[in-house]
């Protein structure tokens, strides 16, 4: 069984800045947004003793991992969210922020594989892969009916070199002005498998792949494949997410941390002590201000906040980009699909379909109302629509959505659909090629004010849920280092390459300059 908080020994652990247990004499942060980013920072701060204020707009907690409940036109009350969300075993600081509330991450349960079906039903699977690099990728590429022995030879090794050792933050430097497509053309992957091996990556990220920086691909490469010996399966969550964050809320009450829900922040003011949070009816003075907002939020408050930061600061948060929207379509069906489904598969080559899961084989809401009914409940993801805005094109969309579930799943054409919700969503974050330098960092020019979040640069090698988790953390540890109060630590995946002889190929061989791993500050 793998431990709760990882088992690879490569693991980078950056210590917790030192200092007093607590913060004295106390302070006041108000935390702007109630994700995982947002939670992190907010757990961090009063778990030293900060009087803790979490203002988030939406009425439940977790952000994009929250969740609420509809009616179902059979009476039942069941958990609606954004769905599908892994919890990969490399996301130390995600795990540490649950670990807070549920020591033994009994919330989590395995998922034993994740097949990937291309558009001519070719199937790639994870199940029983070494769990070391580069045993994982070379045993994925060599058992894979889309990749195989020939599609390795056929790869432009120079090329996709800097791949095995990927260095943060220097991949910024050698890859960031180059698009995820043409760095994939260059490394001349096979056609099919680049849908599978990349393609999923990128859009996982909700961008295609002529929008994304080349070195946030190599990023997660190294994240998920190279760069982590804890595997290639992740774990979901078994609970619904509107009861996912109960336990940490719990314990962020013991701490002292307010947490007001269903109210934005409207404006922040500098003071002479420090600011003056807007939200709702209230004007609440701080200390210290973490905006854990997603980029769309972030955006419109630095933008209502003129007093806020010097105009070139106010000009990288303005210029931060977010993804083309994605549409999350879940549909309760009258009868089951075939118990030899998985809980969740990816598509590559089947648009507008990314991938497709199956509630209630992990969600205990799911599988309480599918055993009720005899029914199943099925979830399908459309990231990065084209022009995902105009109705015709979601009318479209969800009509697609549908013809794809019954060409992979062929028992569902004969299925009704009890209950349908469909969610058309544009907050995620996008990193378009050359904009590393000029995205915003978690420390700012305004003495007392830190960012976090999924969309934040941070020099390591972090994405997504972790991404968040891990700029929440040192946000925090930010402000304590400032208070003179100690930090938390915080753990990623190796900043370089795991493998000695991969690392000499690279840098004997590499398409770029040798540089020296991040054994700086990442904030
Ligand atoms: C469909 C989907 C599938 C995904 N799958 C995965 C996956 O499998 N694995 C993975 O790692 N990641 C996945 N992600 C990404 C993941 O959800 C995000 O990376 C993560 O949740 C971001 O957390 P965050 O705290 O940075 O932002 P958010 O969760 O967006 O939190 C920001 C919060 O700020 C609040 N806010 C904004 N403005 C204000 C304001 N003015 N006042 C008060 N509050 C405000 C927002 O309401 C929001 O709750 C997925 C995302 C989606 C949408």
Redesign the pocket.
């Known amino acids: 069984m793998t431990p709760p908080l990882g088992r690879d020994r490569l693991r980078r652990t950056i210590a917790a800045p030192s200092g007093t247990p607590t913060v004295a004499p106390q302070r006041r942060a108000v935390v ?7 939670l992190a920072a907010a757990t961090g701060l009063a778990e030293r003793g900060v009087a803790v204020e979490l ?4 009425p439940y907690l ?5 969740g609420w409940t509809v009616s179902l036109p059979d009476g039942h009350r069941t958990g609606m969210s ?7 075993r490399q ?1 130390y600081n995600l795990r540490a922020l649950l670990a807070r509330a549920e020591p033994d991450l009994s919330v989590l349960r395995p998922v034993p594989d994740y097949p990937l079906v291309d558009a001519h039903g070719r199937v790639d699977s994870f199940r029983g892969l070494p769990r070391t690099p580069p045993w994982n990728a070379l045993a994925f590429a060599l058992r894979s009916p889309t990749f195989g022995a020939s599609g390795l030879l056929r790869v432009a090794a120079r090329e996709a070199l800097p791949l095995v050792d990927v260095r943060l933050p220097d991949v910024y430097t050698t890859l960031d002005d180059l698009d995820a497509r043409t760095f994939l053309d260059r490394v001349r992957f096979p056609d099919a498998a680049r849908h599978l091996a990349f393609d999923v990556f990128s859009r ?1 990220f ?1 961008a295609p792949s002529e929008r994304l920086s080349a070195a946030e691909l190599a990023v997660m490469f190294h994240l998920y494949f190279l760069g982590s010996a804890e595997g290639l399966v992740f774990d979901v969550p078994h609970r619904p997410f509107h009861t996912l964050w109960q336990p940490l809320a719990t314990h962020l009450a013991t701490h002292g941390v307010r947490v007001r829900t269903g ?4 404006g922040i003011e500098r003071t002479g002590e420090g600011f003056r949070v807007h ?1 709702g009816d209230t004007a609440t003075a701080a200390d210290a201000v973490v905006l ?3 980029v769309p ?2 955006r ?2 630095v933008a209502s906040s003129p007093g806020l930061g010097p105009p070139w600061w106010r000009d990288q948060v303005a210029g931060l980009a977010t993804a083309p929207p ?1 549409c ?1 379509l879940r549909a309760w069906l009258d009868r089951p699909v075939d118990p030899a489904r998985p809980a969740f598969l990816a598509t590559g080559g089947r648009p507008p379909l990314d991938n497709v899961s199956v509630l209630d084989r992990y969600d205990t809401d799911a599988a309480t109302w599918a055993s009720h009914t005899g029914g199943s409940v099925v979830e399908l ?1 459309a990231y990065s629509v084209t022009d995902g805005n105009d109705a015709r094109v979601r009318r479209d969309t969800r009509s697609r959505l549908w013809r794809r579930l019954r060409e992979v799943y062929p028992e569902t054409r004969a299925a009704r659909a009890v209950s349908e919700e469909v969610l058309w ?1 544009a ?2 974050p996008l990193f378009p090629p050359g904009s590393f330098t000029s995205r915003p960092g978690i420390s700012t020019p305004v003495p007392g004010l830190v960012l ?4 934040i640069r941070v020099d390591l090698p972090v ?6 988790a891990t ?2 953390r040192l946000a925090a540890n930010h402000l304590l280092a400032g208070w003179g109060a100690a930090g938390h630590d915080v753990v990623t995946v190796p900043t370089r390459g795991r493998n000695a002889a991969l690392r000499a190929l690279a840098a004997r061989f590499g398409a770029r300059p040798d540089g020296v791993a991040g054994e700086h500050a990442p904030v």
């Open positions: 702007v947004g109630g994700g995982i980013a947002g203002v988030e707009r939406q977790g952000g994009r991992v929250g954004r769905g599908f969300h892994a919890f990969f996301y996982s909700f109210v934005a922040v409207e939200a854990a907002a997603d939020g972030l419109e408050l994605f999350v993801h969503r907050d995620c976090a979040g999924d969309g994405a997504l849920m972790e991404r968040a700029t929440g």
